[in-house]
């Protein structure tokens, strides 16, 4: 299984898991960051409708997180862009 079942569950877990989520978003730098035990979930949200959870396992120093959502929240906007 890709991701920690409650990470997942806690974010995306049902409609008032991704509509209490989409409310934490309002006014908050984009991406955030959320991390539980060895997994990390980014979440991105390139338009105001969707809201996209990126979750990995990889050992990354809190800058090296930082960085990398950066550039995985740029690729997707410019995906959801350049799809409209």
């Known amino acids: 299984m890709i991701g920690d079942p409650h990470l997942i569950e806690a974010l995306f877990g049902d409609n008032s898991a ?11 730098l984009l991406p955030q960051i959320w991390s539980q035990g060895k997994i990390t979930c980014v979440v991105c949200k390139p338009t105001e409708n969707i809201i996209v959870g990126l979750f990995h ?14 550039k995985a929240d740029a690729m997707i906007r410019l995906v959801y862009t350049e799809n409209r």
């Open 18 to 28: 991704i509509q209490t989520l989409n409310k934490s978003l309002e006014g908050q």
């Open 57 to 70: 396992s990889d050992h990354r120093t809190a800058v090296e997180h930082y960085q990398w959502s950066k």
